[in-house]
């Protein structure tokens, strides 16, 4: 697997960090309704079977069906099923929903942590709607810092502005 991975119908791409595990195949095939929903991309520091006494970080990109949330109009009001979702996982907010524009694209972002033991894990899901779908970027890691690390790989083409005449 090259440590690149492009999807150009939404024009993202995401550097792999060197030596991850790729398993977007079996995240893909546990998945329940792949009419409404598909992940693009579950990468992690270790294979799931190598246990370890540091979190096991990752990046898992989907993509939704916006229909599947009714009502939804911004990629902020899809905070209250991830955050549901979250919370029941034994996450907790560590604040509201808040912009965070990457290479001008419009995106959102949340922030959240789960202590178990020793050990505080940090995961930080970013959204945005286009072309009527939900693209859901999570980021799990030991630390605020890797996360945002984790964060920094994530890049959007340029939005092409049509030329003058």
């Known amino acids: 697997m090259n440590n690149i991975y492009r999807n150009a119908s939404i024009g993202f791409?995401?550097?792999i960090p060197f030596g991850w595990v790729d398993r977007t195949a079996e995240m893909r095939e546990a998945a329940t309704d792949h009419e409404k929903s598909s992940v693009?991309?579950?990468v992690f520091?270790?294979?799931p079977q190598a246990a370890g006494t540091t979190v096991n970080s990752a990046v898992v990109i989907a993509?939704?069906?916006a229909s599947s949330y009714p009502g939804l109009k911004s990629a902020a009001q899809y905070f209250g099923p991830v955050t549901e979702l979250t919370t029941?996982?034994?996450f907790t907010p560590v604040a509201e929903p808040y912009e965070f524009p990457v290479d001008g694209r419009p995106i959102v972002r949340?922030?959240?942590q789960r202590t178990m033991?020793?050990?505080t894990m940090h995961q930080s899901t970013l959204a945005m709607l286009t072309k009527g779908s939900i693209v859901?970027?999570?980021f799990l890691g030991s630390s605020y810092d890797e996360v945002t690390q984790l964060v920094e790989q994530l890049t959007f083409e340029r939005v092409k502005k049509p030329a003058h005449k």
């Open 13 to 15: 791409r995401y550097t």
């Open 40 to 42: 693009l991309l579950a």
């Open 45 to 47: 520091e270790r294979p």
């Open 63 to 65: 993509v939704e069906a």
């Open 88 to 90: 029941a996982k034994g």
């Open 110 to 112: 949340r922030d959240f």
């Open 117 to 119: 033991g020793s050990i």
């Open 136 to 138: 859901s970027f999570t």
